[in-house]
Structures are given as C-alpha cells and as structure tokens.
C-alpha cells in the first residue's frame, strides 16, 4: 500500500504506535489517506509507516519541542486524530495518587491541545479539516477508582465541545469518538503498572471486547463524511457492555 503525499489527502495520527493509533493509521491509508504515523516509540512507527506507505514522526505530545517539531514537519494536513492518550492507576479520590493524575490530565488533555494548537494552522491550509479526538466513555460516566481518568476524558469531551464552538466558521469539524471496552496490548497493562493478570481481569467473561479495528473503522467513517457533515460524538461498545457497571460477563 502506498500513498503520494502530494496527491493525496494527509491525515496526522497520535499515539500511532499501539492500539487504537495504530489501527486507525492502517485504516485511514486503505482510505488513501498519507498517513503521519506519531509517537515517541520511533522503531515501531517506522516499521507501521513502512507497511502502510506513510511516514513516521517520533513525537511526545507531552513535550512542546517534540510537537513543534511535528507541526513543523506537516504544513498541510487534512485529518488530526488525537488518540494519543492512557490510563494510570484505580486509585480513589480519598488516596489519589497526584503524580499519576498529573501524567493522566497532560497526556490525555494537555497533549491533546498542545497538538490541536501546533496543527490548526496545518489543518487551516488544508481547507477542509477534521479532527477527531479519541475520547471515551470514561469520558460519559463515573466509576469507583476511576476519577483521575474519567476526570481526564471528561475534559476531552468538553475540549472537543468547545473546540467546535470556537471554530464554527472554519471549514473545520470536530468529534470526539468515545469508546467503551477495548482490548488492547497496552491499555490496562498500562494502567495496572504491568500486571497482565489485572489487565487480562478487566476482559473476563466478556464476549467479544471491541478491538481496536472496530474503533478504527469508526474513526475512518467519521473522517470520509462529506465536508457538511459534522459528526459531532460517537459512543462505542461492545454489545456486551450497557454501561461502567453493566457488564455481561459469563
Ligand atoms: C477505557 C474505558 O471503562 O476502562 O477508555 O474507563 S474504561
């Protein structure tokens, strides 16, 4: 598969090097998008920009250096998709853990505006822009344990919200795509601190867990609406999850 950045339209994807990220990087190049496959794991994003005939850029989104050096590389792009994002920790909030809170509201939050803010000006020149802000339903409702998170997303659903209003106008759309259950490599080893029998728990029982191709797919059909159309959130879950406490588990 390949793309000529000079025909095609360009897409710039956060946290591409796992997961969500990099799904959604395959999945906007079968669209025919350039892909700029972003992230701080460079071995990985290259070898992902190789297979899908994008470019890779080595990028923090927690460092202002490393995204004005992305923004500098990309002064025309036509789809942002901030996915770069985590979860650290079940602390309660009567024993939170600051340090961890603080790396979840700057990676899921301040990343987030840090990139939007370096790449307006890039998605400006391409004239007809859409950003897609990789939310969640952490971002829609509450759960024990899981406040410095939800708290984080709940900020990326407003962000996207006032993002939308500020650029009415712009031939810029925004929405936040919001999923539920994801079994990923890394999202809750990530949170458990590497504990594989408390990440493979939070899977347990439940058929079929949505994979990161299905949000993907959701993201690549948001990021193909015809320009008028402003796909403003889509929540997304496996059929198995009604809600943070209504899981179906066998
Ligand atoms: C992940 C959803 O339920 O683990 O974004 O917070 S949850």
């Given amino acids: 598969m390949t793309s000529d950045p000079t025909t095609s339209r360009t897409a710039v994807v956060t946290g591409a090097s796992s997961g969500i990220g990099a799904a959604t990087a395959r999945a ?10 972003a992230a701080r794991r460079t071995d990985r994003i290259e070898a992902l920009a190789e297979e899908i005939g994008g470019r890779a850029i080595t990028c923090d989104v927690t460092d202002e250096t490393s ?9 025309t792009i036509h789809v ?3 996915n770069a994002g ?3 920790g079940t602390d309660r909030v009567d024993a939170a853990d600051l340090d961890a809170w603080r790396w979840m509201y700057d990676l899921n939050v ?20 859409v950003i897609v802000n990789v939310g969640s339903t952490a971002g829609r409702w509450a759960y024990e344990g899981g406040g410095g998170y939800t708290a ?3 900020a990326v659903k407003v962000l996207s919200e006032t993002l939308r209003l500020e650029l009415n106008g712009e031939p810029i759309r ?8 994801v079994r990923t490599d890394e999202f809750s080893l990530v949170r458990f601190g590497g504990d594989q029998e408390k ?28 320009s008028h159309v402003d796909i403003d959130e889509l929540v997304i879950k496996p059929r198995a999850q009604a809600a943070a406490h209504k899981v179906h588990r066998s």
Avoid: S
């Avoid at 803010?117 to 020149?125: G, M, Q, T």
């Avoid at 079929?208 to 191709?213: I, R, S, V």
């Fill in 28 to 37: 906007l190049a079968a669209q025919g998008f350039h892909v700029v496959c």
């Fill in 174 to 181: 925004i929405c936040e795509v919001a999923p539920g259950m």
């Fill in 199 to 226: 990440a493979d728990a939070v899977y347990a029982g439940v058929d079929q867990p949505l994979l990161a191709e299905d949000v993907a797919d959701a993201i690549a059909w948001v990021a193909t609406r015809p």
């Fill in 110 to 129: 301040l990343g987030l505006v840090r990139v939007t803010r370096a790449l307006l000006p890039a998605l400006r020149a391409g004239g007809d822009g």
């Fill in 152 to 154: 984080a997303k709940h």
């Fill in 80 to 82: 942002l998709v901030n």
């Fill in 67 to 75: 995204v004005a050096a992305l923004a500098a590389e990309v002064p």
């Fill in 86 to 88: 985590g979860a650290v």
